[in-house]
């Protein structure tokens, strides 16, 4: 696998000492933000004001995830905040092509997130306007889930068609990755790995980080 990034999520992490918690993840490729609504999904985290400022001690890139209604709306103000990558839910999204192009233009990666039962098909021709796809691999809202198998089938042809467009687009997986489920993503072709309780839950969390790169890329 040429690519192979680890992106912790910090939804797992310490939320009154997330600069510190920033610090700890020094090793990884980037840190994953979950932006939850209370509406696209039935819990609340935390907003743009909050991201604002980890940008701002970030030692890692941020990877925003939003899962929240009406991302034409509000998603483009994560790209203007200096986020290296904004991830809006195709089933919430309007006009994905012309969010995709607004993230963009503000200088963020643009991706695309499903949900497991979402089909990926009707995305495909889309990935001209993408950096990345995210293929949720649990019901999005918590963390601490167990890594759902039945999307593995999806994550196969989501990587068929992100090689036949020329391999330019990263393929996340996002929910219940460890150091065993990591294996079946990576086989199936993901190469962007996103670990909450898998890293945050460890004594070691830069340790952790390591270890499920050398797993994912063995
Ligand atoms: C869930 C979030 C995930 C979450 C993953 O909706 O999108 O990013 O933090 O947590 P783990 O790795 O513990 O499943
Ligand atoms: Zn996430």
């Excluded at 490729?29 to 701002?56: C, R, W």
């Excluded at 200088?107 to 001209?128: K, M, N, Q, S, W």
């Excluded at 993408?130 to 167990?146: C, S």
Aim: proline share 7%; aromatic share 4%; with cysteine.
């Amino acid at each position: 696998m040429s690519r192979c990034a680890i992106h912790p999520s910090i939804l797992s992490a310490d939320f009154s000492h997330l600069a510190e918690e920033l610090q700890r993840i020094s090793n990884a490729d980037a840190a994953h933000v979950d932006v939850m609504d209370n509406h696209f999904v039935p819990n609340l985290t935390l907003g743009l004001p909050v991201v604002e400022s980890l940008q701002k001690v970030s030692p890692v890139p941020l990877d925003m995830h939003l899962m929240i209604e009406d991302p034409d709306r509000w998603a483009p103000a994560y790209a203007e905040a200096g986020c290296a990558s904004v991830t809006f839910h195709a089933e919430a999204a309007t006009a994905p092509i012309k969010l995709a192009r607004e993230l963009r233009v503000a200088g963020a990666r643009a991706g695309l997130a499903v949900r497991p039962a979402t089909p990926i098909e009707p995305y495909i021709d889309l990935l001209p306007e993408l950096d990345m796809l995210l293929i949720m691999t649990v019901e999005p809202g918590f963390g601490g889930q167990k890594f759902l198998d039945v999307t593995l089938p999806k994550l196969r042809r989501a990587a068929q068609a992100v090689k036949a467009h020329g391999g330019t687009v990263a393929l996340q997986v996002d929910g219940g990755v460890t150091e065993e489920t990591i294996v079946r993503a990576a086989e199936a072709g993901a190469d962007t790995f996103v670990a909450g309780s898998a890293v945050y839950g460890k004594e070691d969390p830069a340790a952790a980080i390591d270890a499920l790169r050398e797993t994912a890329r063995a």
